[in-house]
């Protein structure tokens, strides 16, 4: 039985569309407290954007099957503590640290 080599490379870009969708929505629901008018609340939401866009770039090649390969060896870890820090901010958000 042999298999499929369109298949494993497919899987690996879908799975890359998933996470930059899922990084998506928590900077959306990052961004949300910094519509209330407070200056505080600008600074994390700045942040957030900044991780966001530094992940997007780095992984945009992976989502889609294209571009140079440049970043292969960043992509995973910086996904990863990309991330991590939006998930710190969403922690701040709901503990209230961040309002």
Do not use: I
Request: net charge positive.
């Amino acid at each position: 039985m042999t298999r499929d080599p369109g298949l494993q490379p497919e899987r690996t870009r879908l799975a890359w569309r998933r996470t930059l969708l899922t990084l998506t929505a928590v900077l959306l629901l990052q961004l949300r407290p910094a519509f209330g008018g407070r200056a505080a609340d600008a600074a994390p939401a700045g942040l957030a954007v900044v991780v966001w866009l530094a992940v997007l770039v780095v992984t945009w090649h992976r989502a889609t099957g294209t571009g140079p390969r440049r970043f292969d060896s960043w992509s995973v870890p910086l996904t990863a503590l990309g991330a991590a820090g939006l998930a710190v901010l969403g922690v701040a958000h709901v503990l209230g640290g961040v309002r």
